[in-house]
């Protein structure tokens, strides 16, 4: 069952500059080079889907959630275009998972791994898992991209919200701070002819992280280039490896 949703949060994204205060002894004029701070506040609005498996509404238990972060071509205010592809495109032609899947749809010049949208995703994954039936301790994210990037960076700034992720073509603009990953079941996907994400942006990631990780694994596909989340996607074998996983 598909349910749309609207959602608008603001976000208070800190900026930080040097504070500096110069005098340009090399000019005749009394020019100042200076630089203010300030916190800024941006509204982030959220359009999303929310897919929820067909004995929802009527079990008593508590449901894992599944966070799906779509790729550049699905940016938008279409919550049609999430179905193209992923985990909602499987949904649409009839499967049934055993989890609720979450959908946002990033705004058309957004980018996920951004950080005002990395702050917005953590607030709509707090919020459903507040208003649904979902076990805390079962929330997975993956996403493909774009949402390969997003799906690092948000699960590297907020590690403790998840039991496991699978980021397919994608990859880390920041790799400081990624032993903040080490204690996250991760198992990455890739291509080795991507020529738009190069599979080298989840080597770097697997090397990195192997000698701390508690589980890191990568699985690169032969002669396939930058799709390569419809193999993905179609293996079984992914949600049984998700599922698998319970924040202790």
Request: aromatic share 10%; glycine share 6%.
């Amino acid at each position: 069952m598909l349910i749309p949703f609207r959602l608008i949060f603001l976000i208070c994204t800190a900026v930080f500059f040097s504070c500096e205060n110069k005098i340009d002894n090399n000019s005749m004029s009394n020019k100042n080079n200076e630089t203010f701070d300030t916190m800024v506040q941006i509204p982030i609005k959220l359009h999303y889907a929310l897919y929820t498996p067909d004995n929802y509404h009527n079990a008593d238990a508590d449901f894992p959630l599944v966070l799906y972060l779509h790729g550049v071509g699905e940016r938008g205010e279409d919550l049609t275009k999430l179905e193209l592809n992923g985990i909602p495109e499987l949904i649409s032609k009839g499967n049934n998972f055993p989890f609720l899947t979450l959908a946002p749809q990033c705004p058309e010049f957004g980018w996920w791994s951004r950080a005002e949208y990395v702050e917005a995703l953590a607030s709509l994954v707090k919020e459903i898992t507040k208003t649904h039936k979902i076990d805390a301790k079962r929330i997975y994210a993956t996403g493909l991209s774009m949402g390969g990037y997003g799906t690092l960076a948000l699960a590297k700034k907020y590690p403790q919200l998840f039991a496991a992720i699978i980021p397919i073509c994608g990859g880390l603009e920041d790799h400081s701070d990624i032993e903040q990953l080490k204690d996250l079941p991760i198992w990455l996907f890739h291509g080795d002819q991507d020529q738009t994400h190069p599979v080298e942006r989840s080597i770097i990631i697997r090397d990195l992280l192997k000698p701390v990780s508690k589980e890191i694994k990568l699985t690169i596909y032969e002669g396939v280039g930058h799709n390569s989340w419809d193999a993905t996607y179609s293996n079984d074998q992914i949600y049984d490896w998700l599922l698998s996983h319970k924040k202790e």
